[in-house]
């Protein structure tokens, strides 16, 4: 390595309560050792902020893969390949990998993928070619299966997740209704990505507005919420329907994480609350990634990605804005060279 | 109709509050009226008491077939035919329905089934070859499917369902555990049913030792109860395990239902939380009762079935005793000629 080259990270400095603070986190600055054999120097260009790792944060051992104080934040980030003593990884190639917020990560090679831009662009590989895209295709089409005949309500249905599926789901000829937290992102549901119905949970009377355009039971329940909205919802679950527990946002924060209480609806109409883990489907990402750039270059499927520019630091003031529900679709950090 | 009869029959007087109490039910005697053609004179001989049947008993529209203040109280009943204008049935014989808790029923024949007695003693057709048995078998071999590398947790093992569901996962091969309420009934669970563990669950350190004998996660939780046993076993939910929601007796006489708060669980491990309903399973009826009688008949399967005798007016303080556990197996009221 000719260069030096000084990295910054973003660690946790507190254990946040509620919504984060900037505070929680902090910016460590420290320059990168050589590099060994195999090893890749990658650039950070584009940082995904992900919703779920409000989860990590906590300060309790009841979840797996916790986030400790003076801990590296994770993240996905996509990146370019700046010097390489691997191989298999050249100089000027797109990566994306979950390296962590910071400005520069050093890999072997076995935890990143490269970004073919002819599919899509970099920012894309963080939305609907990263994980949002991925989980929204497979947990739908190979668990959820949509069909013209069926009702599909997406909760969080203007997040990164949500933003995608009620457009598969679309695709797959359901009706497709739409929970989120403003008027502006009910329209830009139903304006830019085609939902059926969109509905902002923050009024009174949402549940009957949900009852009265599902004019039948659910079939599908795609969960990014939890909380009173997935709560409410289960009333009018569908026979056999299935809720699919994509991810929990609005209790990830909270004290005390509740559960739904009309689950045994459940019960009564023979319907599931179904897990989902992306990276059980790890060998047909490329099946899917083919699928869904051929939709964004067909113009059939949007892949909304929300860029904000800024440094490294930057970050706590996206993840909390991410919490108040700012962003349409998957909200990204683009870093300024 | 040469005699006249006398029905007794219970019906609700009063919403119960919490627990129920006696005079939340109430005795009405009439006259039967004269038989219709195809009518069938029923004199019940066995009352099955039905947990689920609280639920139902709740003052709120919020839950399907509620009975309301002077409804008849629902429950299935095994009778002898006493008059028939029906051709399909003959006097003497047997017979297996959902009629209410009344000292005789009239029925048209289609509500109703002959208990086949050379297949098992009148009262086992409410308890093993009966509804809890046929859940138990279709809940479990046809959803759960039970292993030999399996881990089974079945909650309110002690009950009409579980007793019988924990000995089908063991001829299945599966290591099973049970929680009941006191230690004289876990006695009885290995003892007489053959269950590898059970934990009385009002003992403080019950989730140590469900920890601890499960050696792994659970694979399968059978879950009648509810409450706090169903959510903290959450924690060790297996991979793609499943949460059978066979009942929720803990919830069913509380003010406010509540539901599993460690759900999240269910998304990290890819399990679900799996609603049954029996009544799908109809036309299989015949197949299982064959298959548990034969098990029966072979002393590999016990049908518990904890008669009581008295007259119709006993059900209430058997109900009451249900809810306060004090049943083993199937609670059944046997009417007294």
Redesign the interface.
């Known amino acids: 390595m000719n260069n030096k080259y000084f990295n910054k990270k973003i660690i946790l400095s507190n254990y946040p309560v509620g919504l984060s603070k900037k505070d929680d986190f902090s910016v460590v600055t420290e320059e990168i050792d050589p590099l060994n054999d195999n090893d890749i120097l990658i650039k950070t260009k584009y940082v995904g902020i992900d919703a779920a790792l409000r ?1 990590l944060l906590r300060d309790s051992d ?3 893969f916790r986030v400790k104080k003076d801990d590296l934040i994770r993240g996905s980030i996509v990146g370019e390949v700046i010097e390489s003593k691997n191989p298999k990884f050249s100089d000027g190639e797109y990566v994306l990998g979950s390296l962590g917020v910071q400005k520069y990560c050093v890999s072997t090679g076995e935890d990143i993928e490269k970004c073919d831009l002819n599919l899509a662009n970099p920012e894309f590989w963080l939305s609907g070619m990263g994980i949002p895209g991925l989980t929204a295709y497979f947990s739908l089409l190979d668990v959820c299966k949509p069909s013209p005949d069926k009702n599909v309500l997406i909760t969080g249905a203007a997040g990164a997740v949500g933003s995608i599926a009620g457009q598969i789901a679309k695709l797959a000829g359901s009706k497709v209704i739409g929970t989120t937290s403003s008027d502006e992102k009910c329209k830009w549901l139903i304006d830019e990505l085609g939902y059926d119905y969109a509905i902002n949970y923050k009024n009174k009377d949402w549940f009957e507005k949900l009852s009265s355009v599902s004019d039948k039971r659910l079939d599908i329940i795609f969960d990014n919420t ?1 909380g009173q909205v997935m ?1 409410e919802s289960l ?1 009018i679950i569908g026979m056999k329907g299935i809720v699919l ?4 946002t609005s ?1 990830y924060s909270e004290n ?22 992306i990276f ?1 489907y790890e060998d047909r990402y490329e099946e899917a990634r083919i699928n869904l750039s051929k939709w964004l270059n067909e113009e059939k499927l949007k892949m909304p990605t929300h860029l904000v520019e800024g440094d490294i630091d930057k970050f706590p003031e996206i993840f909390e804005d991410l919490y108040k529900g700012k962003n349409y679709g998957k909200f990204v950090l683009k870093l300024k060279d």
Chains 1, 2 share one sequence.
Do not use: H
């Not at 527990?245 to 929990?248: D, F, Q, R, T, V």
């Not at 609806?265 to 599931?272: F, I, K, P, S, V």
């Open positions: 989860l009841d979840f797996l939890g709560d009333k527990l994509c991810g929990s209790q005390e994480i509740k559960g739904p209480n009309n689950y045994i609806w459940l019960g009564t109409m023979r319907a599931r609350l179904q897990g989902f883990v059980d």
